[in-house]
């Protein structure tokens, strides 16, 4: 299959899949858990297929950039789906926790209620959508897919908490539609055109009088993002929303964050930075201050978690707040550095999530808040007693998940010698860098700023794993040994293995996030491989037949 064809199988799979598991009925499990792996496996090879496409030996730096022109019109008329190295990056990343998610499910969350894996293939449909879109208005249609498949994997199981949690994330999603709508249309308005290509090039030609409505447009449009993104202060509803979804839901959940974080890295250049607009670095400076007061509400809420579930929440806005504030610094080798660092956060949240749910399995709700409140003020630590048996044997159950737990805390807080590390130091030693700030060789203030929340929020990260690890393996109130199935802990180690596997591949993986994030503020291969995509020749019959 040509790759002009082959752009649109991460779209084409799951909506047919998606589809097809609605003719079963729901009692027929074990083979809808089985196409829809099947599926997921499908999405993976085409996933890989693609990157190797676009980062192909031979090719230029800027990469290759695939255009499929639907219905065969000329762009920018056309609606266009547009591969190019980062959306090629962000579709593996997607098969790859798509996965183990559907594993760990197969255990016993798709008995929880209907529909399960046909909500998660349209999940899968409208995440791979919003990557591959290149223009505004599918960009839209593909997010609402997205968000109408993930409410009904929200409230799977019911619950009370559940549902209060999912109609705060029903509402604040809904509202970010809105905006998106109203930017969308601004836009529009101003330029006549929503192709991501065309755009970039009406916009340094848009009148002055214009200037301030194309602005306003964008700013809405960036404020619809950045609440899927989780952008303090528009973050309250997520860790509560994350806490509640079912574990592997909220596995999958963490790319979706991801998906704010790319819109705004895909945009921001191709609009703002890269085109000789007069609005060059339009937004970066509330990027970074909005970047960096989300790792600050994150870091608090994360030592001040008590429950795992809410640890992991804050956790998410960790990781998105430092993504914001890389892209506000507008350095091509931190933006590198913090592409690395957004595959490998998305991977141990994801783990961590999972995890949770099989810790929390064995442990009581009334011997927690127990065991905060003894270790609040204390209590208990005067009447042990010291003729009890030294070295009990920690059952294997226990064991496997506490190194688990302990290797997602490394690689949350970025300690070494894992990927998550390397990622900070990554972007640690581009900000402190001062070639090519343009400022005289002096390191920003910003850049001060940058490097000390990094490193606050490592340790912040630890301290309370660490704490939350000692309670659950070490002083349980309530010894109970959680029931594990294979298909569960799986997954979990399928995505700690591939964390491994990245730190010991950084070196090519770092080499292929420097080409995509010179290509992302640099964006004329994109521009011109859009705008000059050549159309299908029709056949024409031969003479006289």
Not at 194 to 210: G, K, Q, T, Y
Not at 255 to 278: A, E, H, N, Q
């Amino acid at each position: 299959m040509a790759p002009e064809h082959l752009i649109i199988a991460p779209i084409i799979i799951p909506l047919v899949a998606g589809a097809l598991l609605l003719l079963f009925d729901d009692r027929e499990r074990r083979l809808k858990a089985t196409i829809s792996m099947l599926t997921a496996v499908a999405l993976l090879v085409v996933s890989i297929a693609l990157l190797r496409i676009t980062h192909a030996d031979g090719v230029a730096d800027d990469g290759r950039v695939v255009v499929y022109l639907l219905g065969n019109w000329p762009p920018p008329f056309a609606i266009v789906l547009v591969l190019d190295r980062l959306s090629a990056m962000m579709l593996v990343l997607t098969a790859v926790i798509s996965l183990p998610s559907l594993l760990f499910a197969a255990g016993r969350w798709n008995k929880a209620g209907p529909h399960y894996h046909t909500l998660f293939l349209f999940l899968l449909m409208g995440l791979n959508g919003a990557f591959l879109t290149g223009d505004l208005f599918n960009l839209f249609v593909f997010f609402e897919v997205m968000l109408a498949a993930s409410y009904g994997l929200m409230l799977h199981g019911s619950g009370t908490q559940r549902v209060r949690a999912g109609l705060h994330y029903i509402a604040m999603n809904l509202l970010a539609a809105l905006l998106f709508l109203i930017g969308v249309a601004m836009i529009y308005g101003v330029t006549g055109t929503l192709n991501m290509a065309d755009l970039s090039l009406r916009i340094p030609h848009v009148a002055p009088e214009n200037q301030m409505l194309l602005e306003a447009g964008a700013a809405i449009l960036g404020i619809a993002f950045l609440i899927k993104a989780g952008m303090w202060p528009l973050a309250f509803w997520l860790p509560t929303a994350y806490t509640a979804a079912p574990a592997p839901v909220a596995a999958i959940f963490a790319i979706m964050t991801k998906v704010g974080v790319y819109v705004i890295l895909r945009l921001s250049p191709l609009f703002f930075d890269g085109t000789g607009s007069s609005v060059s670095g339009f937004g970066a400076n509330f990027l970074f201050v909005g970047g960096m007061a989300t790792i600050v509400f994150g870091t608090i809420g994360v030592l001040a978690s008590q429950a795992l579930g809410r640890l992991a929440g804050f956790s998410v806005l960790v990781s998105s707040g430092t993504l914001l504030a890389a892209m506000g610094l507008l350095q091509v080798d931190v933006t590198a550095g913090a592409l690395y660092y957004l595959a490998s956060s998305t991977l141990a949240v994801s783990a961590l999530f999972l995890l949770i749910e099989l810790v929390e399995r064995g442990q009581d709700a009334v011997a927690n808040v127990l065991a905060v409140t003894m270790e609040a003020f204390g209590e208990g630590e005067e009447d042990e007693e010291f003729d009890e048996e030294v070295g009990v044997a920690i059952p294997g159950t226990l064991a496997l998940l506490g190194i688990s737990f302990a290797v997602c805390g490394i690689l949350v807080a970025g300690f070494p010698p894992l990927s998550g590390f390397v990622a900070k130091f990554v972007m640690l030693t581009a900000a402190l860098n001062p070639v090519g700030m343009g400022n005289g060789g002096e390191i920003s203030s910003m850049a001060w700023w940058f490097s000390a929340m990094l490193i606050i929020s490592g340790f912040a990260a630890m301290i309370s794993i660490s704490r939350a690890g000692i309670r659950a393996f070490w002083a349980p109130v309530e010894e109970n040994v959680p029931r594990v199935l294979l298909v569960e802990i799986i997954p979990v180690g399928v995505l700690l293995a591939l964390t491994l596997a990245i730190t010991i591949q950084a070196g090519p993986i770092m080499r292929f996030m420097e080409a995509t994030a010179a290509s992302l503020h640099d964006p004329r291969s994109y521009v011109e491989g859009v705008m000059q995509a050549p159309r299908v020749e029709r056949a024409t019959p031969e003479a006289g037949q």
